[in-house]
């Protein structure tokens, strides 16, 4: 039997007035993978942060034993040395910095405060060989894609000697492929090195894939540990534990709406990158929406998808834009947001922190942002109608705050995302082109986004659904593109989509890429 | 029971958080009242302080619509105030051109001026720190060239009346006799400028007004913001009566040669004041600047045209520093090379002082009024003690770092649940992982 590496006893962690964790103990065999979930705000984050030294020892109560001594690290750098290195959510990366200089950051490979650059390089390169990173160890971040970069974050913490590594949603951001290949690394790191690892995810058939263990967690409490082999590992039962209740239907039914009227219709569309502008982002892309209809963009990180919306969307991203835009068969020269907006149009941000929410303010102000003329009369603000018109969307859409004056900022992940639809609804557009609307959400709030989805398009609304979650878009589309290297490769009615079938259509497309 | 004191206990921190610089500005100003032995509020230095500070108020005022859209500061304001202050003093002194054909061109020129910088700053995308340290060294040095490098002087009374004189007093002076109220002895006798008194029952009767109309309006329609009354009440017994003691003050100050009374440039104040007030909080645009300071990204996705208010806040910020330009000019009554030097870091200062995030997205023309008086008070205050220049400069700049210092400082605390106990606070700030 493998000696157990990591015991974290008792562990609880107050917030002033909130109760994070709650007498949390979890154990980790040398050499397993460990899996934590629980929906968003279940304590994943924060015991972890308790276990890497980032909330000090004594800010928690409770012990955590580390090869059988107990433990009092007072910061990361502490936990580091014993062999914990932690990966987050957002990648602690520099943007301007090489690979090499990356990878050594804050472990730079120096003798007496000077940089030993040959070792650096060759150190490198040896790392980025286990990781299977292929590329100059002098090529800068910012050129290199986000599977690589997670890829790096790895390396990164083995040459920072790594016994236990910790990830926390490493995927939430990767196509599937990158996933794969992921999952494939700790897994042979595992068997290899004996590296234990800690893998935080939402992604429940990742879990069943690679962990040994699973702890789950709930309202800052350990549910329950399943075992491989002893107990039943299924997405079903892991849901159960998360929730407390059995999710009959992940995707919520809804009947047709389609009534064959076409709402948007994109015909020829071009777009290039906006800095090297002989890069073809989106190419001759033919697109059709039917009033009612909710059309989902399958494809992999890359492909294109993101950039063909917002391009649709007043030309927000890329250069050199081409092709016609008809809506309700009338052509549409969109040459801003404010245009695209006027006409109907609304794009919800993938990334909801950075381009879509302002934490500073308050839900009642993102939600009126994008439609103030909603809440006023010739530029002047009827603050008073403001509040009124928000609060009807906040108990519409369910998000959870004390009232419309909160910061968003302070809200959890899943009541963020509803702010952020609330407010692209209230801005009543006809077509509604969602970005990822469910990454980093938890099941719970997943659920009722699909939800207000449905009841969109029951309005009659349209809805584009970009997605990297496969389930999702087979589950709640009535019509699915697949998309690969800015081209639209296949065009599938729900009856007829598989993961199996659009998978062979990627890889299909991809391969004569490569080839070439 | 435990819950009422628990939330009276963090309406009352909230509250001390939001009046902290108000309270401090209180507390300056009664230290150095009793320290001068009153000479501080005596009517002629309260006239002096309002004169004094009348350029910091007007470019604060710009400067928070800069800093709102994401901390950008406007380095040039100084140089503007004195490239205006040059302009004014050619055309009038030396040109002998209409004194108020020539304040519209100051104004224009000051729009001239923000559309150079704007166009630098919202549509080339050049950092705003560098476009106006280059508009710093640009309009010190034109103000240098339209002088000749001499010092014009001095300006005709139709020019320097409408910043440096005193509103006419329509009413005429009136004797208040009240030797006692109510019981309590007052021993008020007293002549006072008759607009002065009517004025301030004017100004506060409106305040009054205006509040009470929107709370009822609220409380009608059911609204949950209004807040409760007896706060309301605490607050406009308190405005008013500062108001109206302000204005009585002003009213009793007798000066030999000129009609003394309202400051003409108290009106200009308050109706920038007010203005501005308004603009912040009630309009689309205002709002809109909040949001790019938020987050511009964001900003611009949801149909924001973030040059165009980029633009904005410098063409209004360069016309604000055109308007001090001629206030100052009439003050110092003369048009000289150096007008104008280092008031960007004063107008900045009570921009920070009065809370604006050096982020960008938060402060209020109400708390950049505060730091603007803060900082005029201390100024004031300490030259009134005789304190050394040297001494003074030292003295403000740790009231600088101290006052960002503790905003950043509590808000790291208000950053958590609103429903914390405030009782409950430990010794190190943590910022909770969401």
């Known amino acids: 039997m493998a000696n157990t590496l990591l015991e974290m006893r008792g562990i609880t962690k107050t917030f002033p007035g909130v109760l994070a964790l709650s007498n949390v103990n979890m154990a980790v065999e040398e050499g397993e993978i460990h899996a934590l979930c629980g929906e968003n705000g279940a304590g994943k984050s924060t015991l972890m942060n308790v276990l890497s030294g980032i909330y000090p020892h004594g800010a928690y109560e409770g012990d955590v034993l580390y090869d059988g001594k107990p433990c009092e690290f007072r910061s990361m750098k502490d936990s580091e040395r014993h062999g914990i290195v932690i990966i987050h959510q957002e990648l602690a990366l520099v943007p301007y910095l090489t690979i090499a200089e990356n990878m050594f950051l804050g472990n730079e490979r120096q003798r007496r405060g000077r940089i030993d650059w040959n070792i650096t390089y060759e150190k490198a390169r040896e790392y980025m060989a286990v990781v299977g990173l292929n590329e100059d160890p002098r090529t800068l971040v910012k050129d290199i894609g986000m599977g690589k970069q997670q890829l790096l974050e790895i390396a990164k913490a083995l040459a920072k000697n790594v016994r236990l590594l910790i990830l ?40 069943a894939y690679v962990a040994d263990k699973i702890t789950v967690l709930r309202d800052g409490m350990a549910i329950e540990t399943l075992t491989k082999g002893v107990d039943e590992i299924t997405e079903e039962r892991i849901i159960r534990g998360m929730v407390g209740r059995e999710i009959v239907d992940r995707y919520p039914k809804r009947e047709s709406f389609l009534t064959g009227e076409v709402a948007l219709e994109v015909a020829n569309w071009t777009v290039y990158h906006p800095l090297y502008t002989e890069r073809k982002l989106v190419d001759n892309v033919h697109l059709t929406l039917r009033r009612g209809e909710v059309v989902g963009i399958a494809g992999l990180i890359g492909a294109g998808r993101t950039e063909l919306a917002m391009s649709i969307f007043g030309k927000a991203y890329g250069a050199k834009i081409s092709g016609i835009l008809k809506k309700d068969g009338r052509q549409l020269w969109l040459n801003s ?151 639209m490769v296949a065009e599938l009615p729900r009856k007829e989509a598989t993961q199996e079938i659009i998978m062979n259509h990627i890889m299909q497309a991809s391969k004569g890429e490569i080839g070439a | 029971m435990s819950v009422n004191l628990e939330k009276l206990g963090s309406q009352l921190s909230r509250n001390l958080k939001q009046y902290t610089m108000l309270i401090a500005l209180v507390a300056v100003v009664l230290f150095f009242n009793t320290q001068s032995s009153g000479r501080l509020l005596s009517p002629m230095n309260v006239s002096n302080l309002i004169f004094q500070n009348a350029y910091v108020i007007i470019l604060a005022i710009g400067m928070l619509l800069c800093i709102l859209t994401g901390g950008n500061i406007d380095l040039s304001v100084g140089s503007v105030v004195g490239v205006i202050g040059a302009v004014a003093g ?24 923000g559309m150079w910088q704007g166009f630098w700053i919202a549509y080339v995308r050049i950092p705003p720190f560098i476009v ?3 508009g710093m060294l640009v309009f010190r040095g034109l103000t240098l060239i339209i002088l000749g490098g001499q010092t014009i002087a001095p300006f005709p009374d ?84 500062v108001l109206v003691t302000l204005f009585i003050t002003m009213g009793t100050y007798v000066n030999e040669r000129m009609p003394a009374g ?12 007010l203005l501005y007030s308004f603009f912040t909080t009630n309009t689309v645009m205002g709002r809109h600047l909040y949001a790019i300071g938020g987050n511009q990204k964001a900003a611009r996705l949801s149909g924001i045209k973030t040059n165009a208010m980029m633009f904005f806040a410098y063409v209004n910020m360069a016309v604000l520093a055109s308007v001090a330009g001629l206030v100052m000019a009439a003050r110092l009554n003369s048009a000289a090379a150096d007008t104008g030097d280092g008031f960007e870091l004063d107008a900045i200062a009570a921009c920070f002082i009065g809370g604006a995030s050096a982020y960008g997205g938060i402060g209020t023309v109400g708390g950049t009024l505060i730091g603007a008086l803060l900082m005029g008070v201390l100024n004031n205050g300490m030259s009134l003690l005789g304190i050394p220049t040297s001494v003074q400069k030292v003295v403000k700049g740790l009231v600088l770092l101290t006052a960002v210092a503790f905003d950043v400082i509590s808000k790291k605390q208000t950053a958590l649940p609103p429903f914390r106990l405030p009782f409950k606070r430990k010794a190190k700030p943590e910022v909770m992982a969401l």
């Not at chain 1, 790191?189 to 879990?207: D, Q, V």
Request: net charge neutral.
């Open chain 1, 168 to 207: 926390d949603e490493p995927t939430s951001s990767l196509n599937e492929s990158d996933s794969q290949r992921l999952l494939d690394l700790l897994l042979q790191f595992k068997r290899e090195k004996g590296i234990t690892s800690i893998l935080i995810s939402h992604k429940l058939n990742e879990l």
């Open chain 1, 337 to 487: 947001i404010p245009d695209a907006i006027q006409n109907g149009l609304a794009y919800i941000t993938e990334d909801r922190k950075g381009d879509g929410l302002i934490l500073t303010n308050s839900v009642k102000h993102n939600v009126t942002l994008a439609h103030p003329k909603a809440i006023s009369r010739h530029g002047i603000l009827d603050k008073d109608r403001e509040v009124h018109s928000v609060e009807a969307y906040r108990q519409k859409l369910g998000i959870k705050c004390p009232t419309v004056e909160q910061l968003v900022g302070n809200l959890s992940g899943g009541n963020q995302q509803k702010v952020l639809v609330g407010k692209w609804m209230f801005a009543e557009p006809e077509i509604m082109m969602l970005d990822e609307p469910t990454r980093g959400v938890d099941v719970g709030a997943k659920y009722e986004i699909y939800q207000i989805i449905n009841q969109l398009v029951a309005q009659g609304k349209s809805i584009l659904l970009i997605s990297s979650e496969m389930p999702e878009l087979l589950g709640m589309c009535d019509r699915i593109y697949v998309m690969c290297e800015g081209r």
């Open chain 2, 90 to 113: 050619r055309l009038i002194i030396t040109e002998k051109m209409d004194v108020h054909l020539v304040m519209a061109i100051c104004v224009a020129a000051g729009i001239a001026i």
């Open chain 2, 132 to 134: 106006t340290l280059a």
């Open chain 2, 158 to 241: 139709a020019f320097k009346q409408y910043t440096t004189g005193f509103l006419p007093d329509i009413i005429g002076r009136t004797h208040i006799y009240i030797p006692e109220l109510w019981g309590i002895r007052l021993n008020i006798d007293m002549t006072v400028n008759g607009l002065s008194l009517v004025a301030g029952g004017l100004v506060s009767a409106a305040y009054v007004a205006v509040q009470l109309y929107s709370y009822l309006n609220r409380r009608r329609k059911g609204y949950a913001t209004a807040g409760n009354l007896r706060g309301l009440i605490v607050r406009l017994v308190a405005v008013s009566a």
């Open chain 2, 262 to 273: 309202v400051p003409t440039v108290l009106v200009l104040l308050g109706i920038l004041l």
